[in-house]
């Protein structure tokens, strides 16, 4: 088994806890000692989804501590409130690795790009591939709440 990396950070809105959200989760869990995870806040959310109602930051930091607390000891891992782009990820040099799916591995060599700027070092960048549905798209929080797919990415 490869060693733990010292700290991992991911970031999210994570509004339904869904089986995407999971594996994502689960890697960061899997390979890093410390997990820092960015939640999107209620302003954030609602600035990229102005037309949707959206769970409060209360509820789905809720959900997410409770995800996590069943899989691993509250002490490997914390959850931030993310209000910007880049979240504590961008300055702290004490975080080695970000865990995106492949669709979101743009915006971590972005990071990556501002952590150079600020004189850091270079985050590295582990991707999970993405979790299909039944109908080979992709899962997510809006097809769930659209009634189109469940948090499993099944029929509903």
Known sequence: MLSKIKRVCLGG???VLHRGHRSLLKKAIELGKQVIIG????E???KYRPNRKIKSFESRFSNLDMWLTSHTSSETYQIVPLDDDWGPSALDNDIDAIIVSEETEKVALKLNQVRQKKGLSPLQV???PLIRAYD???ISSSRIINKEID????SS
């Open 126 to 128: 582990i991707i999970v």
């Open 39 to 42: 939640l999107t806040t209620d």
């Open 151 to 154: 948090s499993e990415g099944f």
């Open 136 to 138: 080979g798209q992709r």
């Open 13 to 15: 809105t994570f509004e």
């Open 44 to 46: 954030r959310a609602k």
